[in-house]
């Protein structure tokens, strides 16, 4: 899920400095499990707003806020709360605040929140990240650890010659990457795949802004010219 991380409230105060009206939208999914964008802290938030003087039209969890066409439905149904506002703070990732700022082009859409990183739940507000969406996935000869993302360097082929004892040049906290694929090929009885040669990746494949489309939507989906948003 995407990690994301609340704003301090005085950044969004700051945002909302020329608007007096504001309505709050969190997102069932990502935000929610990091809590950072569930009911209770969009009550929370229309707390605090309160207190700074703001009036707080109303709120709501959408189902996905990165979901453009069901999260513009959702928001259209509610009606005045929503129309009333001048401004909207959105409590999710940035894909959310796109969704909603596509819908409401004439409203301030404050992102509330900081997205950190496309992320693994190890328990409960502890986050790591394991995947960089490189677009040309290697797991499967690494073990299932990724290089690219947990290597402080991206290193495709070893260690460098800044592990020491088994860590990370970038700190003795952090296990090098490359000794943990090892030991985890090890385990798996396939540490012949340690001599493969990886060449380097291919980034064209990680170039932004990201699209895909199943051959299913393909066609339903009409595109700008040139086919990137
Ligand atoms: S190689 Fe790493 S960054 Fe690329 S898709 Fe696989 S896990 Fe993600
Ligand atoms: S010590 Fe290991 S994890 Fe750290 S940069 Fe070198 S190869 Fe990567």
């Known amino acids: 899920m995407i990690i994301t991380k609340q704003k301090p409230f005085e950044v969004i105060k700051e945002c909302l ?13 990502c935000a929610t499990l990091c809590k950072t964008g569930g009911p209770d802290e969009i009550a929370e938030m229309a707390r605090m707003l309160r207190e700074a003087g703001k009036e707080v ?10 979901h453009v066409v ?16 001048d401004a909207v703070i959105v409590l999710s990732c940035g894909a959310g605040v796109g969704s909603i700022a596509e819908t409401y082009e004439e409203k301030n859409v404050i992102p509330g929140c900081d997205s950190l990183f496309l992320g693994n739940t190890v328990r409960v507000g502890s986050y790591d990240e394991r995947c960089m969406t490189c677009g040309e996935c290697i797991l499967e000869e690494t073990g299932g650890i990724c290089p690219v993302t947990t290597c402080a ?22 296990e090098c990457a490359w000794v943990r694929i090892y030991r985890r090929l090890e385990k798996k009885g396939r540490l012949d795949r340690m001599e493969k040669i990886h060449e380097a990746k291919d980034y064209s494949k990680h170039t932004k802004p990201g699209v895909f489309e199943g051959e299913k939507y393909a066609k339903m989906r009409k595109r700008p010219e040139g086919g990137k948003r």
Do not use: Q, Y
Not at 17 to 29: L, M, P, Y
Not at 72 to 82: A, N, Q, R, T, Y
Not at 153 to 174: A, H, T
């Open 153 to 174: 360097k991206g290193l495709l082929n070893g260690p460098c010659g800044g592990m020491n004892n088994g860590k990370c040049e970038i700190s003795p906290d952090i």
């Open 70 to 85: 069901g999260t513009k439905i959702e928001m259209k149904k509610l009606g005045e709360p929503v129309k009333e506002a």
């Open 57 to 66: 039209t109303g709120g709501f969890v959408a189902i996905a806020s990165c």
């Open 17 to 29: 400095r020329d608007n007096k009206k504001v309505f709050i939208a969190g997102c069932g999914e």
